[in-house]
């Protein structure tokens, strides 16, 4: 044997066995790499070879499946680290928003690749949901049926773990929560083609309930059918405000198609399951509840539709470093009180990135006025600019304070 770095034969041999008896367990394919960098080709069984493609395809995989390995080990570990959190919390909230976006946030910025920040997103999410049910299985709600954007919005903030629950009205989710038959409710608020969900607005007032999340769901509309092609179908289910739309693409790819409005995109899907010349628009996740072929993708006649859920419980969220104030207010009919009500958030340097209002139940033209400002509500700009607006309104409520969304 050679000598190699001023390291005697004898004294390399004894040190290279014992270091390949530590790690051979774990690190085999990477050894073997390292092996043939020293100018020697071996077999994935250990013998001398000519290094072809397939023995370096084997040894890779015997890496990756000793990573496998370690990541289940550390997954195990996490798990356990849960379940004391969970313990030590005793019958307090569980669910800390606050905590789970600053993680998701942490991990993105550190993320280097290969996989894109939006998988890093999915990945940890999921670890996370798994976790947290090893804590407390969360009962979270949200607008029905299955297959619905709401669905997506749920499942994209808590991930598959909790058991997920259809409401069949957005009033119902809001009861639920209250009664405390569920723990969290995913309601829409607002879409950026079609405005305000006016229903969730009137409720969030009504109900003594507090926002503690949100979640942005992209609106893409797929076409799905059992029909061969789209020159087989002759008819297209969905929910009105869907087909509104897709008319442009509608228009120009099934210009003689009979347009059939359904009350939801979920509902489209399940017709057009049994219906061999229907088609509809939905989601992917109707797609796949329902077993259709997509036969065109993302038909949206804007690609950036977007919906925008919030998360509603009865309890809002701590400072993650990123948050969101809501609160929704009304002031008297005079010249300039808006101007007056407002006029702290500048003063204090506080961003508002909605203002909207909507006509107050029991009086003629009055209205109230939803604002969502940037910063947690202990922040001292937000708190001093929240304290001198509640001063100059009518009325005020203050909705929550909730992490910014996550992807």
Known sequence: MRERDGIEPSEEGEKGRGKAKREAPRFEGAQQEE????????SAQGGRAFGTDEERLLAIRRRIDAIDEEILRLLAERGRCARQIGELKGKGV??????????????????KGPLPDDAVRVIFREVMSACLALEQPLQVGFLGPWGTFSEMAARKHFGSAPQFRPMTTIDE??????????????????????????????????????????????????????????????????????????????????????RVPVASNAEAARLASQDEDGAAIAGAAAAERYGLPILSHNIEDDPNNTTRFLVISRHDSGPSGRD??????????????????????????????????????????????????????????VAAALTELAERAAFVKLLGSYPMAVG
């Open 324 to 381: 969101k104030t809501s609160l929704v207010c009304s002031t008297p009919n005079r010249p300039g009180a808006m101007h007056r009500l407002l006029e702290p958030l500048a003063r204090y340097g506080v961003s508002m990135t909605k203002l909207q209002s909507r006509p107050a139940k029991g009086g003629l033209w009055e209205y109230l006025f939803f604002i969502d400002v940037e910063g947690h509500r202990t922040d001292p700009p």
């Open 173 to 258: 989710v809001f009861r639920e929560v209250e009664a405390g038959n569920l723990h969290y409710g995913v309601v829409p608020i607002e879409n950026s083609a079609e405005g305000a969900v006016g229903v969730t607005h009137d409720l969030l007032v009504l109900h003594p309930l507090q926002v503690c999340g949100e979640v942005m769901v992209r609106v893409h509309q797929h076409l799905m059918s059992q029909a061969p092609s789209l020159a087989a179908v002759k008819r297209v289910y969905s929910h009105a405000q869907s087909l509104a739309q897709c008319h442009e693409w509608l228009n120009l790819h099934l210009p003689h198609v009979a």
């Open 35 to 42: 092996r043939r960098g020293e100018g020697e080709e071996y």
């Open 94 to 111: 569980i669910y800390r928003p606050e905590r789970e976006a600053e993680v998701l946030r942490r991990l993105i910025a550190a993320n």
